[in-house]
C-alpha cells in the first residue's frame, strides 16, 4: 500500500455561526469570503479518501448552517470515511438530529463551558446552555453517540467539577478538554486565560475528575494542550486504561492530521494560526502536493531525529523530556510567543518552577489584528513564587475557587487532600528513551 500520513482531517465547512464566544480562536459568526461551493466540498471529499484519511469531523462556525452539510457528511460516508461533528448545539431539533443519523453522522460531540451562567456568558447568547443540552437529548433520542466537549480557562475552571456532573448525567460517555488559548476572540480576553503557574492547582483537580469519571463510565480526553508528563499524565492520556505507552509524544499536525478552512485553505491541525501554517490552497492545488511537498504541512516530520528538537527555545529547550514532547502543543505555544518551541502551558514545567521557587506569568504584549486563528505575543515573566500577585487580577485561579459537589469531601478540600485523593501515577521517564 502507498504510504499515507494523514489519517484525521477536522473540516471548518463554513465560518458562519449562530453563537458569538469570546474565546473563539475562529472569531465565527459571518461565512468567509469565497466558502467552498458544493461541488468543491465534494471533490475535496473524494481527495481526502484518496489521500488516506479515515475519518473527517465537521466543524464551523456552525457546521449545520451550511445549507449543504448534510450532503456533505453523506458522500464522507460513502467515500468510506467516519463522519463526525462538532458543535455549539444552539438549535439542533429532533428533526435535524433524525436527519443527521440518517446522513451517517457517527458521533457528536457538543461544546459546554461551564455551568449555565458561565457558558452562556462565554458562548454569547443567553438560553444556549439550555438549547446544548437539549441537543444531547436529541441525539440521545435518535441514537447518535455523542459526548462534550470543554475549554478551561478562569472563568469554567473552578465550575469544572459540577460541570462534569451535568455531562455524565446527560448521558455523555466522552468528554475532551482542552486549555483555553490566545487565539482570536480570547486574545481579546486575556484576563481569562490561566496563567501558567495556576497549573499547579488546576492538574490536581483534573485529575480527581478524571478518576470519578472513569469509574463512572465517562472517558474524559485530554486534547493537545493538556499535559505534559507530569503525575497524572498517565491517568489522563489513558483515558482510564493502565498502559505504559500513553503518553504525549509530540505534535501530530501534518503527521497525523489534518485541518482544513472553509475557503480551502489547508493546514497540519484545525487550530493553527492560518497566516504561518497555511500550506497551501485546494483550490490552487491538489490535496496529495499539498500534504507531500509544502513545509506547513512537514514541519512535525523530523520527529525522532535531531533536527526535531531544532525548534525548541527557552524552557523546553532545556527539559528531560524535549526529545520527546518536541515543545507540546504547536498551537498552543505560537499563539503565545509568536512562534513554537516554548509552551508555557505545561504542568511539568509549571512543577519544575515551583521546586525552584518560582512562577510565571504570560502578560499581553502585541494585540492580534482581528482575523480568524490570528493572536498576539505575551511576555513571559519569571518571579519568585511569593512575589506580590497584581491587585487589578480579579479572575487568579487556585484551589480555593473550586467548585466541589457537597458529596466528594467533607467540607472544602485543601490542595494537599485532593492530591492524596488523587495519587500520582509514576511518571513516563523510564519510557521516554524506549518511545523515541
Ligand atoms: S517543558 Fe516543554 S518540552 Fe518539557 S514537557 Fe513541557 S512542553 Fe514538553
Known amino acids: 500500500m502507498a504510504y499515507r500520513r494523514v489519517s484525521y482531517a477536522v473540516w471548518e465547512i463554513t465560518l458562519k455561526c449562530n453563537l458569538a464566544c469570546s474565546h473563539c480562536g475562529s472569531r465565527a459568526g459571518q461565512a468567509r469570503h469565497q466558502e467552498l461551493s458544493t461541488e468543491e466540498a465534494l471533490d475535496l471529499v473524494r481527495q481526502m479518501a484518496d489521500v488516506g484519511i479515515r475519518e473527517v469531523t465537521l466543524i464551523g462556525g456552525e457546521a449545520f448552517l451550511r445549507a449543504d452539510w448534510l450532503q456533505i457528511a453523506e458522500a464522507i460516508g460513502q467515500a468510506g470515511m467516519r463522519c463526525t461533528m462538532t458543535t455549539g448545539g444552539f438549535g439542533i431539533s429532533l428533526d435535524l438530529a433524525q436527519r443527521m443519523r440518517q446522513a451517517g453522522i457517527a458521533t457528536v460531540s457538543v461544546s459546554i463551558d461551564g455551568l449555565a451562567a458561565t457558558h452562556d456568558r462565554l458562548r454569547g447568547r ?7 443540552f437539549r441537543t ?10 455523542f459526548g462534550c ?10 465550575e469544572f467539577p459540577r460541570l462534569y456532573q451535568c455531562v455524565r448525567d446527560a448521558g455523555a460517555r466522552a468528554w475532551q478538554i482542552q486549555l483555553t488559548v490566545p487565539m482570536g476572540n480570547a486574545a481579546d480576553h486575556a484576563e481569562m486565560l490561566l496563567q501558567p503557574s495556576e497549573l499547579v492547582e488546576l492538574y490536581p483537580m483534573i485529575a480527581e475528575v478524571a478518576r470519578r469519571a472513569s469509574v463512572e463510565g465517562v472517558q474524559l480526553q485530554p486534547g493537545n494542550n493538556i499535559g505534559y508528563y507530569g503525575p497524572y499524565e498517565r491517568l489522563l492520556r489513558g483515558r482510564g486504561e493502565a498502559d505504559d505507552w500513553v503518553f504525549w509524544q509530540g505534535c501530530a499536525a501534518g503527521l497525523a492530521t489534518l485541518g482544513i478552512e472553509a475557503d480551502g485553505a489547508i493546514k497540519g491541525c484545525p487550530s493553527l494560526p492560518t497566516a504561518a501554517y497555511t500550506g497551501g490552497n485546494i483550490r490552487d492545488r491538489t490535496l496529495h502536493s499539498i500534504i507531500e511537498e509544502t513545509e506547513a504541512l512537514r514541519f512535525n516530520l523530523g520527529a525522532g531525529t535531531p533536527e526535531g528538537t531544532q525548534h525548541l527555545w527557552g524552557f523546553c529547550k532545556t ?118
Open 319 to 436: 527539559c528531560e523530556y524535549a526529545e520527546l514532547c518536541r515543545g507540546g502543543c504547536t498551537w498552543t505555544s505560537h499563539v503565545f510567543f509568536n512562534r513554537r518551541g516554548n509552551n508555557p502551558y505545561c504542568h511539568h514545567r509549571a512543577l519544575v518552577q515551583a521546586e525552584r521557587g518560582l512562577r510565571e506569568r504570560v502578560v499581553p504584549k502585541t494585540n492580534p489584528p482581528g482575523l480568524p486563528f490570528d493572536h498576539g505575543e505575551f511576555q513571559l515573566i519569571e518571579e519568585p513564587l511569593d512575589a506580590p500577585w497584581p491587585q487589578a487580577d480579579g479572575l487568579r485561579f487556585g484551589g480555593d475557587r473550586i467548585q466541589w459537589p457537597e458529596d466528594w469531601f467533607s467540607g472544602t478540600p485543601s490542595m494537599a487532600e485532593i492530591v492524596t485523593a488523587t495519587p500520582a501515577t509514576t511518571t513516563t521517564t523510564a519510557t521516554v528513551t524506549t518511545a523515541v
Open 136 to 145: 444531547l437529548g436529541h441525539l440521545q433520542a435518535v441514537g447518535i453517540p
Open 126 to 132: 443567553p438560553g444556549s446552555w439550555d438549547s446544548a
Open 149 to 158: 466537549n470543554t475549554q478551561l480557562n478562569r472563568l469554567s475552571a473552578p
